[in-house]
Each structure stands twice: as structure tokens, then as C-alpha cells.
């Protein structure tokens, strides 16, 4: 991956990604919106939107079947990341799974792939499995995602399990749970983030924060949107991706635009005011 330096995010391996992607969760559900789709899809990857994350649980493969239309001839041009389901995170059920995606993405491998969110498959069995998909060349690498920091730090004490590339977890400016201690655990392990709902569904998670004063008027300093500041913001420190979904062109097209957005220190230091951290431990947020 060729994000310019100032733009992405290293991951332990020393790869660097961008550190804007694009979801896809809900995307490929209806037809009449699957040309746009693709055409967000392939401008994203034009404007340095280059990690685009899927699952198979999106649509039950429909998600992973259009992001292979989208990234038809333009593979080796993205990173991509998919995510195996809990009950399917085991044993052969992980490589039945891998190769289904590989086969719906129409691609022989993937860059990352991640354990969707943790469930009765022990931890040891799946970090066994992704090793064996790595050394198979079907993965490049593997994570995790909606693992809290009890759950990180029992991964660190598997064999193998330090080789967790990032855990994507849910992160945006009303949700900053994960500021407390997973975040700054990460930090010291050298495992990024991956924000994902990082415009809380275009404001939908969290009522009034695009309403909100504050953020508005840093949006009209910047001669941006309300939703580009909240992105901006979630990408404000390094070691850090987020994922915002977008079906439009437009949509995409803002998006890319906020990762050239700087926050001084005051304008955070302001939306920290607007959106305090939790200043103890909360469990961990999903959808
Ligand atoms: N690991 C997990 O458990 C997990 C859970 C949730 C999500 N995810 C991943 O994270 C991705 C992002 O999260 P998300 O889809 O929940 O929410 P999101 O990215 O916070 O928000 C998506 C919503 O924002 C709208 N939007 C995007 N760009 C916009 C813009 N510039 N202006 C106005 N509206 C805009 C989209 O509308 P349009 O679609 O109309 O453009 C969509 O309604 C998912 O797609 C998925 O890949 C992972």
C-alpha cells in the first residue's frame, strides 16, 4: 500500500494503510442503488480510500459480491479487509469461511481479516486457524474486532496471538469510551485502531453532535461539514484508521476531503468540552 506517509497508519508489520477506508455494511442490498455503490467505491479508491472493510455477515455475502465487482482490475490498488463470523472463527469452518469470501471478493487473498466480534470459538482456536491462513498465503494478516482490553490482553498470552494487526472497535465523537484504556493499551502495543460508525451513522448513533454548536462552528472555520469534522477528529491521532460508509460519490468525495482537515489543539481541546471522555471504564461499545 502506497498511502503517502502523512495520510496513513503503520501497522505492526510496518505496512502502511490510509488512514481513511470506506464500510460497506448495507451496501449490495439493493440493485438500484448498485451502480452508485461501485462508482463510490472505485472514486473512493481514486481519492486515497484505498482499505475498504467488509464482512461476511453484510448482507449474508452480498456486501463482499459487490466490493469484488467494485474492485474488478484495481485489486492490487486496495487493502482489503474482511471479517469472519464468531461461530465460524474455528477449525476448517474458518477456511470454509475465508475461501467463500475470497471467491464472492473474486480474489485470492486477503490483506486482513478479522474475528468479527468474539464468541464461544476459544481464542486459541481461531489465532491457530488465521496463522494456518496466513501461512496458506490466503491472509496477509488477521485482527480482531470488539474486543475490549480484558480481551486484547488475554490474546497478547496465546502463541501467536501478538500478530493481531488492529482491533476494530466502534469509535466516534459522541462514543469515546475506548479513550480511557483500550485506546491507550493499543497505543503501547502498537496495535491501531480501527474506528468504525466514526460518523455515527451520519449522526444517527448519537443525537445532536452534527447539531451540536460546537462542531459547526469549527465545520464553518474549516469551510467543512459538521460529519467532516467528526472524521477528522476520529483520525486526529496517529496510529488510528476510521471507516465511514458512504454510498454516494459525494458522500465519498467529503470524506476524502476530511482527511486533509487539521484540528489545532484548541478546536479539541473545545470538542472535548462539547464531548467529554468518559473519565472511568465503561464497557465497550457496539452495534
Ligand atoms: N466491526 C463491527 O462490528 C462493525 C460494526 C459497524 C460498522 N462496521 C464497519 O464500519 C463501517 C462504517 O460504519 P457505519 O456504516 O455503521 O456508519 P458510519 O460510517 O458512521 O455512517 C454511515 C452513514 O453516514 C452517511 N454518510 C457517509 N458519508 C457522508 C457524508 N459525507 N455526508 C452525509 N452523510 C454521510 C452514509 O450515507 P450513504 O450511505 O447514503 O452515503 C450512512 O448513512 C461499516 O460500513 C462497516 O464496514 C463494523
Not at 481513511?20 to 449490495?28: I, K, P, S, Y
Not at 459480491?65 to 476448517?92: M, Q, T, W
Not at 462514543?175 to 491507550?184: F, M
Request: proline share 5%; glycine share 8%.
Amino acid at each position: 500500500m502506497n498511502a503517502s506517509i502523512s495520510d496513513a497508519t503503520r501497522l505492526p508489520d510496518g505496512t502502511s494503510v490510509p488512514r481513511l477506508g470506506q464500510g460497506t455494511w448495507n451496501m449490495g442490498d439493493s440493485d438500484a442503488s448498485r451502480t452508485e455503490e461501485i462508482a463510490a467505491l472505485r472514486l473512493g479508491v481514486e481519492l486515497g480510500l484505498q482499505l475498504i472493510d467488509t464482512a461476511e455477515m453484510y448482507g449474508e455475502g452480498r456486501s463482499e459480491e459487490l466490493v469484488g465487482e467494485a474492485i474488478r482490475g484495481i485489486r492490487n490498488e486496495v487493502f482489503l479487509v474482511s471479517k469472519v463470523y464468531p461461530h465460524n472463527a474455528g477449525k476448517e469452518r474458518l477456511t470454509r469461511s475465508c475461501e467463500a469470501s475470497l471467491k464472492r471478493l473474486g480474489t485470492d487473498y486477503l490483506d486482513l481479516y478479522l474475528l468479527h466480534w468474539r464468541g464461544n470459538v476459544p481464542l486459541e482456536e481461531t489465532v491457530e486457524g488465521m496463522e494456518q491462513l496466513v501461512a496458506s498465503g490466503k491472509i496477509a494478516r488477521w485482527g480482531v474486532s470488539n474486543l475490549d482490553t480484558e480481551d486484547m490482553r488475554e490474546l497478547m498470552h496465546i502463541p501467536g496471538g501478538d500478530h493481531c494487526a488492529t482491533n476494530q472497535v466502534l469509535y466516534h465523537l459522541g462514543s469515546r469510551g475506548i479513550e480511557h484504556e483500550l485506546l491507550p493499551w493499543q497505543r503501547s502495543h502498537n496495535i491501531p485502531v480501527m474506528a468504525y460508525s466514526p460518523l455515527a451513522q451520519a449522526g444517527t448513533l448519537r443525537k445532536g453532535l452534527a447539531e451540536n454548536e460546537t462542531v459547526q462552528e469549527i465545520a464553518r472555520n474549516h469551510g467543512a461539514t459538521p460529519l467532516q469534522v467528526m472524521l477528522a477528529w476520529s483520525i486526529r491521532e496517529g496510529n488510528m484508521i476510521a471507516i465511514p460508509k458512504a454510498s454516494t460519490r459525494r458522500h465519498v468525495a467529503e470524506n476524502a476531503a476530511a482527511a486533509k482537515i487539521r484540528l489545532s489543539n484548541e478546536e479539541c481541546w473545545r470538542l472535548d468540552d462539547a464531548f467529554p471522555q468518559p473519565s472511568w471504564k465503561v464497557p465497550l461499545d457496539m452495534l
